[in-house]
Nanobody, 124 residues
Framework: QVQLVESGGGLVQPGGSLRLSCETSGSNLVSYAIGWFRQAPGKEREGISCIRLGDGAVDYSNSVKGRFTISRDSIKNTVFLQMIGLKPEDSAVYYC?????????????????WGQGTQVTVSS
């Protein structure tokens, strides 16, 4: 089992930056991939990025490619999502999740464990 705790959300102006953190704990973490998802009110949950903890392989959705960067600190068991050039449409609750099937994905149904989420609001 994997536990995940997100942090780093907040209010930021358009064009600004934020770095989200996902602290993970559990056994055999190296076999997992950690994904970032977001959900805005009235919208479906959207997968935006994923990193495989074992080899660092990454994937991004087209909506954030070039603006968001996912990374990991293997010692601290923490995954980061660096976001730049934020837009109002990036406002959402951001979740991290863990998938133990060995691949990388931005599809929510591929993930087994979820954090509680952190709110990101982009507004002037």
């Amino acid at each position: 089992q994997v536990q995940l705790v997100e942090s780093g959300g907040g209010l930021v102006q358009p064009g600004g930056s934020l770095r989200l953190s996902c602290e993970t704990s559990g056994s055999n973490l190296v076999s997992y991939a950690i994904g970032w998802f977001r959900q805005a009110p009235g919208k479906e949950r959207e997968g935006i990025s994923c990193i495989r903890l074992g080899d660092g392989a990454v994937d991004y959705s087209n909506s954030v490619k070039g603006r968001f960067t996912i990374s990991r600190d293997s010692i601290k068991n923490t995954v980061f999502l660096q976001m730049i050039g934020l837009k109002p449409e990036d406002s959402a609750v951001y979740y991290c999740a863990a998938a133990g099937w060995g691949g990388i994905s931005v599809v929510a149904s591929d993930f087994d464990y979820w954090g509680q989420g952190t709110q990101v609001t982009v507004s002037s």
